[in-house]
């Protein structure tokens, strides 16, 4: 690779659609970097200053990956039981997100983490962070977001805690050690009320 480097900056979003290697740094500090499937980011270091570092569909990521408080690294799932890879080590400072992105009729998988850092020891989470589901079709159940292998640094699984996920619906994150994971447990759906027949009055049986 050559011995340039990128840096993102201003709103918008910048996708890389193909193979960039260089010997330099990656520093984002506004706006989404995304990298597709069939591209990929080698760099000495990434660097989530701000905005967001975005995966989309399978891909791996070789290159060791720091998220700073206010910023977010987005994993996008548009096809099931999609996987990023992360050969590296991924750091969460305390303050920053994590977003898992469920396109259209997409569901979570109960047995495929769409994250999964496969570096000894290479997940490390401090202080607080934030973790969003989006998706528009959870159901109660267990369903592992991240795979980690060895210990988890900085504050460990408690450190990711739930922020947004669908209406309507209530659960937390945990840190399964048996598996290995970080889960998302949905404990409650509760479908807003419909009115789907009737003769225009409400009956509520006083």
Same mark, same amino acid.
């Given at each position: 690779? @050559?011995?340039?480097?990128?840096?993102?900056?201003? &709103?918008?979003?910048?996708?890389?659609?193909?193979?960039?290697?260089?010997?330099?740094?990656?520093? =984002?500090?506004?706006?989404?970097?995304?990298?597709?499937? #069939?591209?990929?980011?080698?760099?000495?270091?990434?660097?989530?200053?701000?905005?967001?570092? /975005?995966?989309?569909? &399978?891909? $791996? %990521?070789?290159? &060791?990956?720091?998220?700073?408080?206010?910023?977010? %690294?987005?994993?996008?799932?548009? *096809? +099931?039981?999609?996987?990023?890879?992360? %050969?590296?080590?991924?750091?969460?400072? /305390?303050?920053?997100?994590?977003?898992? *992105?469920?396109?259209?009729? =997409? *569901?979570?998988? +109960? $047995?495929?983490?769409?994250?999964?850092? $496969?570096?000894?020891?290479? #997940?490390?989470?401090?202080?607080?962070?934030?973790?969003?589901?989006?998706?528009?079709?959870?159901?109660?159940?267990?369903?592992?977001?991240?795979?980690?292998?060895? $210990?988890?640094?900085? @504050?460990?699984?408690?450190?990711?805690?739930?922020?947004?996920?669908? &209406?309507?619906?209530?659960?937390?994150?945990?840190? %399964?050690?048996?598996? @290995?994971?970080?889960? #998302?447990?949905?404990?409650? =759906?509760?479908?807003? #009320?419909?009115? /789907?027949?009737?003769?225009?009055?409400?009956?509520?049986?006083?």
């Amino acid at each position: 690779g @050559s011995s340039g480097s990128i840096d993102k900056m201003g &709103p918008g979003t910048v996708i890389i659609q193909r193979s960039a290697s260089y010997l330099g740094a990656t520093r =984002i500090y506004e706006g989404t970097l995304q990298v597709d499937g #069939l591209g990929s980011l080698v760099s000495n270091t990434i660097s989530v200053y701000g905005g967001t570092l /975005a995966f989309a569909g &399978p891909s $791996t %990521n070789p290159s &060791p990956v720091t998220v700073y408080s206010g910023a977010a %690294n987005q994993i996008i799932l548009d *096809v +099931a039981d999609t996987r990023v890879l992360c %050969n590296s080590n991924l750091t969460f400072n /305390a303050g920053s997100t994590l977003q898992f *992105v469920y396109s259209n009729t =997409i *569901v979570p998988s +109960a $047995t495929v983490a769409p994250l999964q850092v $496969t570096g000894t020891d290479g #997940l490390s989470a401090s202080g607080t962070v934030t973790v969003d589901v989006l998706c528009g079709a959870l159901s109660l159940g267990q369903y592992p977001l991240i795979t980690y292998v060895g $210990t988890l640094g900085g @504050s460990g699984g408690t450190a990711f805690t739930l922020g947004t996920i669908e &209406p309507h619906a209530a659960g937390y994150i945990s840190n %399964n050690v048996d598996n @290995s994971s970080i889960d #998302l447990v949905v404990t409650n =759906i509760t479908q807003p #009320l419909r009115w /789907a027949v009737g003769n225009a009055f409400w009956d509520i049986g006083l």
